[in-house]
């Protein structure tokens, strides 16, 4: 079992609309959690980085929430663009040890015109 | 650009061959990570290099290895080619190799496609 689960596992919406991604994770020492954005073909590229003590943090229209008590994390998309179209990785990070991060197997987001 | 360059970008070969993928890591980043993303998959990490010496491994099949050079680029040697092993792999590359909330930003290479035929 994926220690980290997102959902949904993928979504269609219109332009202009919001969304809200999820991400649960059971990985424990934590130490940050990050989202990313992956176009079809590319590498991912870091959109947020929360730490334990940080609930919220924004990134232009996205927006990364963290609950580290009932280890959730969303990622809310406001006034989507065509350009959203991609998919959105969770990824968390242990403390201590070797300090790999944990992907999740990400959210495919698809915004229609 | 991301910083992070990796060669080929398309590799086509045929099952039972031979493939090496290169990793150039971002300036000054030291560390090296290895990534398999089959069609519809998420990234599944095989190994982490750091200062040229393994520090991680991942779900790495006996048939891959890989190294860090002194110049701190990786190769990763793919062998016995199957057709599962049709998938983007991608370089990864940080400041270091652990610890630290920055630490492990990991800045992503746009990736190896390899096709087995």
């Known amino acids: 079992k994926n220690q980290v689960e997102q959902s949904p596992q993928s979504l269609i919406i219109l332009e202009g609309k919001n969304c809200t991604l999820q991400c649960n994770y059971t990985v424990s020492p934590f130490s940050n959690l990050r989202w990313y954005k992956q176009d079809t073909g590319r590498g991912p590229v870091s959109l947020t980085i929360?730490?334990?003590?940080?609930n919220t943090k924004s990134n232009g229209r996205y927006t990364a929430t963290l609950d580290a008590d009932t280890k959730q994390s969303s990622l809310h998309i406001t006034a989507s663009q065509l350009s959203d179209s991609a998919s959105y990785i969770c990824v968390v990070t242990l403390s201590g040890g070797s300090y790999i991060p944990t992907f999740g197997r990400g959210t495919s987001l698809i915004v229609h015109p | 650009d991301s910083g992070v360059t990796q060669t080929p970008k398309h590799l086509i070969t045929a099952t039972g061959q031979r493939v090496t993928l290169r990793c150039s890591p971002r300036?000054?980043?030291?560390?090296v990570y290895w990534y398999q993303q089959s069609l519809d998959q998420g990234l599944q990490f095989l190994i982490q290099?750091?200062?040229?010496?393994?520090?991680a491994k991942g779900n790495i099949l006996e048939r891959f290895s890989a190294q860090q050079f002194p110049d701190l680029h990786s190769e990763l040697n793919l062998s016995s080619l199957e057709l599962g092993d049709s998938a983007l792999y991608f370089c990864?590359?940080?400041?270091?190799?652990?610890?630290?909330?920055?630490?492990?930003?990991?800045?992503f290479g746009a990736g190896s496609r390899l096709t087995v035929l």
């Open positions: 990864a590359s940080s400041p270091s190799g652990a610890g630290g909330r920055g630490a492990n930003v990991l800045t």
């Open positions: 929360m730490t334990f003590s940080e």
């Open positions: 290099y750091y200062n040229g010496e393994e520090r």
């Open positions: 300036s000054g980043d030291l560390s």
